[in-house]
């Protein structure tokens, strides 16, 4: 069993940045993949960037060269620097953890949720 907690959202100006902390429970956290998606009003839950085990990252389009997710196994914890923040980025974001060494960017796919943390970012 793994408990995600997430921290860091608030609300920023468009062109601001903020970085979302994942805390996770339990001494195996450096074998899950790890997740953050987010959910606006209205819209799905979308994939927006994963890290696997060895460390290597996955993003979705949008948020290329704008987004890092990074983790550091000795404190249980991935992060999401988010940089150029536009207003379609507003949502509640999620981390989550996938059993295995692969990344996916399949919601159904991963295994344990965090709470969420709202991201608003004013134009």
């Known amino acids: 069993q793994v408990q995600l907690d997430e921290s860091g959202g608030g609300l920023v100006q468009a062109g601001g940045s903020l970085r979302l902390s994942c805390a996770a429970s339990g001494r195996t956290f450096s074998s899950y993949a790890m997740g953050w998606f987010r959910q606006a009003p209205g819209q799905e839950r979308e994939f927006v960037a994963a890290?696997?085990?060895?460390?290597?990252?996955y993003y979705t389009d949008s948020v290329k060269g704008r987004f890092t997710i990074s983790r550091d196994n000795a404190k249980n914890t991935v992060y999401l620097q988010m940089n150029s923040l536009k207003p379609e980025d507003t949502a509640v974001y999620y981390c989550?953890?996938?059993?295995?060494?692969?990344?996916?960017?399949?919601?159904?796919?991963?295994?344990?949720w965090g709470q969420g943390t709202q991201v608003t970012v004013s134009s």
């Open positions: 890290i696997n085990r060895s460390g290597h990252t």
């Open positions: 989550a953890a996938r059993s295995g060494a692969t990344y996916t960017w399949n919601p159904n796919d991963y295994d344990y």
